[in-house]
């Protein structure tokens, strides 16, 4: 039977000395066959503890860092990103946004962590466009009113509000501003103001239904914007005020009369009931 170096005790070039029945280290898997004796560990020292480049005699097993995996130590763990010799664990946490993210898992090299559709972000911790309120459930379509909102802006990502056209308000856009009415006007609406008449509104309010445009009047006081007298009414609401006049042929109380015109309109219609002339 032929005797091979082994049998002899001669030294292959990865072997120790004398009996030459191990490998040195930085090598493993001793064959007779193999013509350098041993394999190379060839351990990733970024991956291995303190740098140590020796592995297991029989199976090659390098001695990984906590967060690195492999025969070599080489890559990350799964959950786990970037590979680097100053990090004592190896690899740092991929750290994807549980709402954002479908998994825990990363791209090891990268970092990028596997978004929702409507999710965007390294961690998969941002809204894309026309989505906001990233919670448990994702995040949320914007819905922009078309007509009330302006052209080509996007919502907040945080809060949804979208950017709204002047006199619109509401988080869509979808609604008037106080002071304002909603007109439809095909598919689209306008917000014109209400322009009550401060002088006949319930608490010289300039609020009107945002539905209707109506003013809310005084007693005794019509019309959209509170701006008329009811019939028979002589102006009785449109004025808080009042202080004692006199009528030619008697004493009476009227509001106060707070500009010449009202005083002429008044003393026009006196005289056509043949009452007589107001006297401040």
Do not use: W
């Not at 946490?93 to 825990?104: D, F, R, T, W, Y």
């Not at 028979?232 to 009227?254: C, D, K, M, N, W």
């Amino acid at each position: 039977m032929r005797r091979t170096s082994l049998d002899r005790g001669v030294n292959e070039r990865n072997e120790t000395e004398r009996q030459c029945n191990q490998c040195q280290n930085g090598f493993y898997n001793l064959q007779e066959r193999d013509l350098d004796g041993c394999i190379p560990c060839n351990c990733n020292a970024s991956g291995t503890v303190d740098g140590d480049i020796t592995c297991h005699p029989n199976s090659g097993q390098c001695k990984c860092k906590a967060n690195v995996i492999g025969l070599r130590c080489d890559h990350c763990d799964f959950g786990f990103k970037f590979l680097r010799s100053v990090n004592d664990d190896g690899c740092e946490p991929c750290q994807c946004n549980l709402h954002g993210s479908v998994n825990k898992l990363c791209n090891p090299l990268s970092g990028q962590c596997e978004c929702k559709q409507e999710v965007k972000g390294l961690q998969c911790d941002a809204c894309r466009e026309h989505f906001y309120g990233l919670d448990t459930t994702g995040c949320k379509a914007c819905d922009c009113d078309v007509a009330g909102s302006r052209s080509g802006t996007v919502c907040d990502a945080r809060t949804g509000q979208c950017i709204c056209n002047p006199n619109v308000g509401g988080r869509r856009c979808s609604e008037c501003l106080e002071g304002y009415f909603y007109l439809q006007q095909n598919s689209s609406f306008l917000c014109l103001p209400c322009n009550c008449d401060k002088a006949g509104t319930v608490n010289g309010s300039l609020l009107c239904d945002k539905s209707t445009g109506r003013c809310l009047c005084k007693l005794g006081v019509t019309g959209l914007r509170c701006n008329q007298c009811e019939p028979h009414r002589l102006f009785s609401a449109l004025y808080q005020g009042v202080e004692h006049i006199t009528i030619v042929g008697g004493p009476y109380i009227f509001p106060e009369l707070v500009n010449d015109y009202i005083e002429e309109y008044l003393n026009a219609l006196l005289l056509f009931l043949g009452i007589g002339i107001v006297q401040a």
